[in-house]
Nanobody
Framework: QVQLVESGGGLVQAGTSLRLSCQDS????????MAWFRQAPGKEREFVAG???????GYADAVKDRFTISRDRYANIMSLQMNSLKPEDTATYYC?????????????????WGQGTQVTVSS
């Protein structure tokens, strides 16, 4: 069973940066797409950024040009560099492994999820 563990969340001021990491401790995600989702209180979990097995990436419009997703397939680590953070980025961030080699914006295409890491951006 895939075990995904997120880290790097915290409380920061608007305009600053954070880097989230997701470790696949069971080393089973290297040939699958992966993604970051986030969920704010009272809202549905939403797609943030995704990366396919070969490095192709995609972003939600709300984070494009501010966030960068990357992965080291051999180390089984996926990262999310978040710059110019805004209060509306406040949420619990989850990493997920896709069922296929590519990534998707749909939650239903992801079978394995981490427990989440909290990001809070103050104004």
């Amino acid at each position: 069973q895939v075990q995904l563990v997120e880290s790097g969340g915290g409380l920061v001021q608007a305009g600053t940066s954070l880097r989230l990491s997701c470790q696949d401790s069971r080393r089973t995600s290297s040939n699958n797409g992966m993604a970051w989702f986030r969920q704010a209180p009272g809202k549905e979990r939403e797609f943030v950024a995704g990366i396919s097995w070969n490095g192709a990436t995609g972003y939600a419009d709300a984070v494009k040009d501010r966030f960068t997703i990357s992965r080291d397939r051999y180390a089984n680590i996926m990262s999310l560099q978040m710059n110019s953070l805004k209060p509306e980025d406040t949420a619990t961030y989850y990493c997920a492994t896709a069922l296929r080699a590519g990534f998707s914006r749909a939650r239903s295409d992801y079978r394995y999820w981490g427990q989440g890491t909290q990001v809070t951006v103050s104004s």
